[in-house]
């Protein structure tokens, strides 16, 4: 029922842009929490955003404050996320992540569903 398909990946150099794209069916944004994910080799999945349902509210990883940001196109059910200044650190696979319960998809870092991911590469 429930799908995410995350696009707008690609190779960037450092201190570029890049806007990733969550496509989502199955949801509504009164009820789910989305969220960004990403994953480096060799390195833990580290939540990176994520949009809480009726509020909108947006949390960050603070390794990306002031550079990335979140957002929500009803219209679309699309969640997107900016990424600006980007850094070779930043440099991951990007998933896309729903779940009712903000608890368990920001804390527990468990959500219910997963998109397929997206490979985010900057060069330096």
């Known amino acids: 029922e429930v799908q995410l398909v995350e696009s707008g990946g690609g190779l960037v150099q450092a201190g570029g842009s890049l806007r990733l794209s969550c496509a989502a069916s199955g949801v509504t944004f009164d009820d789910y929490v989305i969220g960004w994910f990403r994953q480096a080799p060799g390195k833990e999945r580290e939540g990176v955003s994520c949009?809480?349902?009726?509020?909108?509210?947006?949390y960050y990883a603070e390794s990306v404050k002031g550079r990335f940001t979140i957002s929500r196109d009803t219209a679309k059910n699309t969640v997107y996320l900016q990424m600006n200044s980007l850094k070779s650190e930043d440099t991951a696979v990007y998933y896309c992540?729903?779940?009712?319960?903000?608890?368990?998809?920001?804390?527990?870092?468990?959500?219910?569903?997963w998109g397929k991911g997206t490979l985010v590469t900057v060069s330096s």
């Open positions: 949009i809480t349902g009726g509020s909108g509210k947006s």
């Open positions: 992540a729903a779940d009712p319960i903000f608890v368990r998809l920001w804390m527990a870092k468990s959500p219910g569903y």
